[in-house]
């Protein structure tokens, strides 16, 4: 994934899609990886003070040279994607989405275009698995379509433990 997201100042986070910002960025992430390409590279948010033809250009570029086999989009609307999927095929969207945001157009949009959905904290940074409930705010997520793919995260042990279980009960929770 290319970070296209800067920090300029203690809890600042701001868009960096500068061309070269994200060459460098897929470059150093394939030498830290040890591999030759990005199977999948989101751009995680659309930088409004550069041309979103000249990020997508870059990434096209990058795609051209086999140094990315797929092109995803973070923190889209419909506007903005419908924009870059006229240049390139957008190959997943990663959005905020779980229990407490429930709405997101781009959930539809990807249905229809037969492009995976993957939700950006799925369990809302462990507030919506709050009382053990990682089942239901997870199961709620794969009842929207076989296109939605949520891929919590965390780094405790049983949290994971309750993730596991949580997809594996019965295939779907």
């Keep these: 994934m290319a970070p296209t997201m800067v920090r300029p100042a203690p809890d600042v986070w701001a868009p960096h899609g500068h061309p070269m910002y994200l060459r460098s ?7 830290r ?13 659309i930088d409004m ?22 092109i995803g989009l ?18 997943a969207v990663q959005n905020v989405l779980n229990v407490h945001d429930r709405y997101d157009p781009m959930v539809e949009i990807c249905r229809d275009e037969g492009i995976p959905y993957v939700p950006y904290r799925p369990l809302d940074a462990g ?32 949290h994971l433990a309750d993730i596991v279980n949580a997809v594996t009960d019965g295939g779907r929770a």
Aim: net charge negative; with cysteine; aromatic share 4%.
């Design 127 to 158: 507030s919506a698995a709050l009382g053990g409930n990682v089942s239901a705010a997870l199961s709620w997520l794969l009842e929207l379509g076989p296109h939605v793919a949520p891929i919590p995260g965390t780094s405790n042990p049983q």
């Design 33 to 45: 990886l040890g591999v030759e390409r990005l199977e999948l590279c989101y751009l995680h948010r």
């Design 74 to 91: 973070s923190k889209v609307g419909p506007e903005e994607f419908r924009s870059v999927a006229k240049e390139v095929t957008v190959a």
């Design 49 to 70: 003070e550069v041309p979103v033809a000249d990020q997508i250009g870059m990434l096209q570029a990058l795609q051209d040279e086999g140094k990315i086999g797929h």
């Design 25 to 31: 960025c897929v470059e150093l992430s394939l030498r």
